[in-house]
């Protein structure tokens, strides 16, 4: 079984920072890309940043220059450091993994149970 566990969401001011973290563990036999996601109340979940096991990055338009995402191979863990937040930022972050829990398993994704964010003064 494969868990994905997030941390470090919280309440912070306009132009502060926070960052989150994500750690996979269980089963898990290769780890493609890992990323985060992002659900404000009312909307659809949408695309915040990815990294692909190669370390490619890609970013939302709303968060880039503001927003790096990074992994540790080695841990199985992604995080997102988020700088100059907004309060347009306010959301559930979700962690997710494109994984292979065995070597006679596909590839699937699977997600934390999100973690919030608040941006307000």
């Known amino acids: 079984q494969v868990q994905l566990a997030e941390s470090g969401g919280g309440l912070v001011q306009p132009g502060g920072s926070l960052r989150l973290s994500c750690a996979a563990s269980?089963?898990?036999?290769?780890?493609?890309?890992m990323g985060w996601y992002h659900q404000a109340p009312g909307k659809q979940r949408e695309l915040v940043a990815v990294i692909s096991s190669g370390g490619v990055t890609n970013y939302a338009d709303s968060v880039k220059g503001r927003f790096t995402i990074s992994r540790d191979n080695a841990k199985n863990t992604v995080s997102l450091q988020m700088n100059s937040l907004k309060p347009e930022d306010t959301a559930v972050y979700y962690c997710y993994a494109d994984l292979r829990s065995s070597r006679f398993a596909l590839r699937d994704d699977y997600w934390g149970q999100g973690t919030q964010v608040t941006v307000s003064s």
């Open positions: 269980g089963s898990i036999f290769s780890i493609g890309a």
